[in-house]
């Protein structure tokens, strides 16, 4: 019956509303395989690049990829079975902890986040497909060719945003066989031309090979896992605890998340140390690509990128939708993919895209670690039992139930968070903002570490003794007409 309803594609009902069980056809391996396919496009490849121009040589800059990943892989990936329990989004669900106004928190941060990342994936399939457009037909390569690049892969990935749940799982079964096939052609056709040496010649970024292998341990690994603490949730709410267990869902999302980032950095790792340009991944890999293989990589640069990008604007959705409960699914994920498209010219046409993303992304991975370690607390606290009715206090425009601590606000989460995100951002080291702290540690940003250390430590000190809220404080009740969306948020 489960896989009747899935036979069909149509477009999603649901936003961040507690999914019924009949409708939670989802399955395990519908979770792996949308976290391995929709990864593995450039837009996440690119950062498998960055160690190359960090100058490490190759097999170093694989350890420091594996271990960060394996790191962040065990905080980030038991945020899986919060949605599992709760059968709405992760930001949704975070109210259990932040109060059903407070989990607004995480709906920024997972709506930042998305857009951040759907930017760099957008910048960099348009140069995918330019690139190899201009060198195998003699199309033109300026202004004007990336604009209507970004234009139809944009539009493209709002719709498959917009079609949803079963669309995007669909689409990333595919992408996981096609895409891997692709990354395993690029590997034979570059293999020639590899060389595991560094990169650079000048020696290690931060003056000495421990320090700049742990950079990159935190920066490209560890980052990678971050960037799924507010997506787990999308695809877990859909699979049945009536069906398939804790474990099994746990596992999925595990391997899924492990294989879909290091299939797709390593490759951008090893592609990097072959085009060896540390100036321009996509543009380098262009040009000491073989013909054959630039036919493939525009295949990745169209699909991979609205895989992709179609994941991180349909997430978006879910939380512009969380944020303003009186718009639909539909309408706040079209929303979201015009501003994403907007960022995306601005980034090409006013300022340096990929300096100013990247140093956004760790300045909002900073924000999210403590909010996700702190909704990890409170999953174990509460052994998974939820009141998913009182969890959509705010989506309902009610008020009350075991949620609602201090007027919607649990203020020990969210003072915990604040402190965690200070350390975090004081931690940061980018091209736009570096924190007074990176002198303590070194020169190495470690900023995910102890703003999720700190958040954590704050939140089970100022929640020590007190047992989670089992019950409504009060009844909920509708708000009046006069108190409706813009009183919520006050």
Same mark, same amino acid.
């Given at each position: ?93 975070? $109210? ?45 390569? $300026? ?163 609205? $895989? ?126 570096? $924190? ?55």
């Amino acid at each position: 019956m489960a896989h009747a309803a899935d036979a069909s594609i149509t477009i999603e009902q649901h936003g961040v509303d507690t999914i019924p069980d009949a409708d939670r056809t989802g399955r395990p391996r519908d979770v792996v395989t949308i976290l391995i396919g929709s990864n593995l496009c450039l837009g996440v490849v690119i950062f498998g690049w960055l160690p190359a121009t960090f100058g490490l040589s190759f097999w170093e800059s694989v350890t420091a990829q594996v271990a960060g990943t394996l790191l962040g892989c065990l905080l980030v990936a038991p945020l899986a079975l919060v949605s599992f329990r709760t059968a709405t989004n992760l930001s949704t669900s975070s $109210g259990a902890q932040f109060g059903v106004r407070g989990r607004l928190l995480g709906s920024a941060i997972g709506l930042l986040l998305s857009l951040g990342y759907a930017a760099l994936t957008v910048w960099t399939g348009g140069a995918a497909v330019v690139g190899p457009l201009a060198r195998l037909l003699g199309t033109p390569g $300026g202004d004007a060719a990336y604009a209507v690049g970004y234009v139809v892969l944009a539009a493209g990935s709002i719709l498959a945003a917009v079609f949803g749940y079963r669309l995007l799982t669909r689409m990333s079964s595919f992408l996981a066989v096609i895409m891997s096939a692709l990354m395993l052609a690029g590997v034979i056709a570059l293999a020639p031309r590899f060389d595991p040496a560094p990169v650079l010649a000048g020696g290690y970024l931060l003056g000495d090979f421990w320090t700049t292998w742990l950079l990159v341990l935190v920066a490209v690994g560890i980052s990678g896992p971050i960037a799924f603490i507010t997506l787990l949730g999308d695809y877990t709410r859909y699979v049945s605890p009536q069906r398939y267990s804790q474990r099994r869902v746990l596992v999925a999302s595990t391997g899924g998340m492990v294989a879909g980032v290091l299939i797709a950095q390593l490759f951008g790792t090893f592609t990097a140390f072959a085009a060896r340009d540390a100036g321009d991944y996509v543009g380098g890999l262009v040009a000491a690509a073989p013909s054959w293989f630039l036919v493939l990589l525009l295949v990745n640069g169209i699909f991979g990128t609205v $895989g992709n990008a179609g994941v991180l604007l349909y997430s978006m959705g879910l939380d512009l939708d969380a944020i303003v409960p009186k718009v639909s699914r539909v309408q706040s994920t079209t929303v979201a993919g015009l501003v994403a498209t907007a960022l995306v010219f601005a980034g090409y046409f006013l300022w340096d895209a990929a300096d100013a993303v990247t140093a956004f992304v760790l300045l909002m991975t900073a924000a999210g670690t403590p909010w996700a370690v702190i909704t990890l607390i409170g999953f174990r606290r509460s052994r998974g039992v939820y009141d998913a009715d009182a969890l959509q206090v705010l989506n309902r425009r009610s008020r009350g139930g075991a949620y609602w601590f201090t007027h919607g606000f649990s203020v020990p989460a969210v003072v915990a968070w604040a402190l965690g995100t200070v350390v975090g951002l004081l931690s940061v080291d980018t091209t736009i903002w570096h $924190g007074p702290l990176i002198e303590v540690t070194g020169g190495i940003d470690l900023s995910p570490l102890l703003a999720g250390l700190t958040g954590g430590l704050a939140y089970v000190a100022l929640t020590r003794g007190h047992a989670r809220a089992a019950a409504p404080a009060e009844p909920s009740r509708p708000v009046a007409a006069a108190e409706e969306a813009p009183a919520l948020l006050r």
